[in-house]
Structure formats: C-alpha cells, structure tokens
C-alpha cells in the first residue's frame, strides 16, 4: 500500500526545481507529510496542484505562497549552441540528467527529459540557454514517473560518487599518516603505544 508520502508526491508535478525550498519534489513531500511544510510552496504544481493536495490531506485550499514563486507555463531549457563553451555547470546542476555533453565541447538538453525546472539557467555563465513553452502533451504523468526515477538514479549516483571520493581521501591520509609514522622514530614508538592500549582494552 501507498504511503502518504508517496501519494503526496504523485500529486507533484516532479520539476525538481527546488522552488519549494526543499531538495526535490519526494523531500517536499516527506517534509508535508511530516507537517513541516505547508501544501502551497509549489509553483509549477500551481493552484490545481494545491487544490489536490488539499482534498488528499483535508486541508483548507491556499493561494501560492508567492515566497516560492509564480505559477506560469513549463517551459523547456535549449542551449544555443554557438554560444556554448563547454564548462559543464548546467550539466551539474540538472536534476534528472536532461543535459548532455562534456568538458569543452558542446552540451545539448534532451528535450523529452527536461522537467522545464530551469535550474541550468542561471548556472550558465555565458547566457546561452534558452526557455522555449513545454508541448502540452509532455505535462502528464509518464513523464513525471519518468522524471521521477531519472531524478532517482541522479541522487543514488551522487551519493555513490560521495562515497568513492570519501573513502580516496580516507586511504590517502591512512597512507600519509602512516608515511610519517614511519620515518619519526616518536611518532612511531607512540602509535605502538596506542595500539597495545587498544589491544589491552579490547
């Protein structure tokens, strides 16, 4: 069965934009849930978006909290491509992997992936990235399910990438410390020491 999270976060429209103050729409939904947040703070799920959340949670209906912003059309990111120079930054800022390319060549935004969250906008440092309107036919819920699980991989990614590096630095400064141990005859005689303590407490 569903939990109420998962029922709430159906109800997003899974933009990602983080215009909600929160780190996605399942974080949005989770801090709803928890009552941390209230049910207006999303401007691309706008005022049908509240409306339902509402009748999910028997809540009174709210305008949008204009804090978070302002309803309007979903519009879709395109880089123009004369004026791209290949820095990455809207590739490292896009939500659900929508953007593709690598350093200094040219990027590109796969249209049927871009959740119009807008994100890579001001992460362009030479303004080449355009807004055009988001086909109507791309607003449904196959493509917010296909956002969501997109957003889904991106977050499992990161946090892999996190754990890689985390544990690069770990062995590095295991290595360095034990280099210096090594050749500081002090230093040594106290890791010795610091070990038969901790074999004799054990």
Wanted: some cysteine; overall charge negative; aromatic content about 2%.
């Amino acid at each position: 069965m569903a939990t109420l999270v998962e029922h709430i976060d159906a109800i997003l429209p899974q933009t990602q934009c983080e215009q909600c103050g929160y780190h996605g729409c399942r974080p949005y939904a989770e801090a709803i849930a928890r009552g941390d947040a209230e049910i207006n703070q999303c401007p691309p799920g706008g005022a049908i978006g509240i409306a339902r959340l509402a009748a999910l949670l028997d809540r009174p209906t709210l305008p949008l909290n204009p804090a978070n912003g302002v309803e309007k059309p979903r519009m879709l990111a395109r880089v123009i491509e004369a004026d791209c120079i290949g820095c990455t930054k809207c590739i490292q800022v896009c939500p659900v992997d929508a953007i593709v390319g690598a350093a200094k060549l040219m990027h590109t935004v796969i249209a049927d992936d871009c959740t119009g969250c807008e994100l890579c906008v001001p992460a362009c440092p030479v303004d080449c990235i355009a807004l055009e309107p988001m086909p109507p036919e791309q607003i449904d819920t196959a493509h917010a399910d296909a956002a969501r699980a997109h957003f889904q991989r991106r977050e499992a990614r990161l946090a892999r990438e996190r754990e890689a590096r985390e544990a690069e630095l770990a062995r590095r400064k295991a290595a360095t410390d034990a280099a210096i141990t090594s050749s500081n005859p002090v230093l040594a005689a106290l890791a010795r020491a610091r070990a038969r303590q901790q074999d004799s407490q054990s």
